[in-house]
T-cell receptor, first 115, second 110 residues
Framework: DSGVTQTPKHLITATGQRVTLRCSPR?????VYWYQQSLDQGLQFLIQ???????AKGNILERFSAQQFPDLHSELNLSSLELGDSALYFC??????????????FGPGTRLTVL | SQQGEEDPQALSIQEGENATMNCSYK?????LQWYRQNSGRGLVHLIL?????REKHSGRLRVTLDTSKKSSSLLITASRAADTASYFC??????????FGKGTTLSVSS
């Protein structure tokens, strides 16, 4: 158990809909990262927040947005969903903002299925 | 975009044998990490090796890094059935983002 929690575990929705994925980082970790894992694209970095502020952006679509709240939990909002958005979405956390220079602890993921 | 590429894509061995996975990357890095993922679950950090290090050990794991060849290897000694998983290398790119390869799927049979 990494200490990172994600809800929900599974999400099934229809094209055009909007969903929110939630992540609580390990106690004491200030950075939260979001990743998307799909069969064709592999593991893709989406975005990083550190202590409430956006720090780095990856291959995140304009239809997707995220935020980190004062209690450090984070939410990833996916809107106007398309079939290709079906994937595993992982949240990870780390102590600082060094990102690739420190260990990241991954949550169990949310499996999103868009029908 | 994929920074690291693992080789082989899939590896099948017997319990007790050693497993070696390789990772090649394209641009200069400061750090390289290896992660393990059991089927459909979250990733677990294994080892972080910095660009000024050549080798690192953790239990049955040994990681080497050759920055001149832009490659790294992960050796798992005396493999167990519980080592069955996908293994990913991840490198840094422009600072904070971890860029993952497509992974090596290891199957250890008893």
């Amino acid at each position: 158990d990494s200490g990172v929690t994600q809800t929900p575990k599974h999400l099934i929705t229809a094209t055009g809909q909007r969903v929110t994925l939630r992540c609580s980082p390990r106690s004491g970790d200030l950075s939260v990262y979001w990743y998307q894992q799909s069969l064709d694209q592999g593991l893709q970095f989406l975005i990083q927040y550190y202590n409430g502020e956006e720090r780095a952006k990856g291959n995140i679509l304009e239809r997707f947005s995220a935020q980190q709240f004062p209690d450090l939990h984070s939410e990833l909002n996916l809107s106007s969903l398309e079939l290709g958005d079906s994937a595993l979405y992982f949240c990870a956390s780390s102590v600082g903002l060094a990102g690739a220079a420190e260990t990241q602890y991954f949550g169990p993921g949310t499996r999103l299925t868009v029908l | 975009s994929q920074q690291g590429e693992e080789d082989p894509q899939a590896l099948s061995i017997q319990e007790g044998e050693n497993a070696t996975m390789n990772c090649s990357y394209k641009t200069s890095i400061n750090n390289l990490q290896w992660y393990r993922q059991n089927s459909g679950r979250g990733l677990v950090h294994l080892i972080l090796i910095r660009s000024n290090e050549r080798e690192k050990h953790s239990g049955r794991l040994r990681v080497t890094l050759d920055t001149s060849k832009k490659s790294s290897s992960l050796l798992i000694t005396a493999s167990r059935a519980a080592d069955t998983a996908s293994y990913f290398c991840a490198t840094d790119q422009a600072g904070t983002a971890l860029i993952f390869g497509k992974g090596t799927t290891l199957s250890v049979s008893s």
